[in-house]
């Protein structure tokens, strides 16, 4: 049976990591295997120089793969939301079990901040 509103709302986390031009894990460890990580938006802010952002998959193996969203290009001093209103029902990226995410940056590090919620397999 799929989860109310209400339920997701009382599963909805909020984790900050400081993206940088060679790569970081936005997760300390990947998913739990039995579940199923819902990313439903993606912020961050620029300081005094223009950053692009990429997310990609980190595989069970622990390879950095593909892009899972397009660029986001930030202009100095400015703020950047995905999407910019959003439905906790609809999310942007969907990691299983076992994977992570990676974000790299170019022209300067930058905080991200990603709202997400787990959705436990049975």
């Known amino acids: 049976m799929p989860l109310t509103k209400a339920q997701i ?12 031009t060679t790569g970081v894990n936005i997760f300390t460890s990947p998913v739990p295997e ?3 990580r819902n990313i439903v938006r993606i ?12 997310i990609r998959r980190v595989t ?5 793969a ?3 969203t397009p660029a986001y290009n930030i202009p100095a001093n400015g703020n950047f939301r995905d999407p910019e209103t ?23 590090s930058v ?7 787990d959705d436990e397999i049975h």
């Open 9 to 20: 709302r009382e599963r909805l986390k909020r984790t900050t990591v400081t993206v940088t």
């Open 111 to 117: 905080d991200v901040t990603l709202l997400y919620w």
């Open 86 to 108: 959003f439905d906790i029902e609809q999310p942007l990226i969907v990691i299983p079990g076992g994977e992570n995410i990676n974000g790299i940056s170019t022209g300067a």
């Open 43 to 54: 912020e961050a802010a620029a300081g005094a120089t223009a950053v692009t952002i990429r």
């Open 60 to 64: 069970e193996a622990n390879v950095v």
């Open 34 to 36: 039995n579940v199923l």
């Open 66 to 68: 593909e892009p899972l």
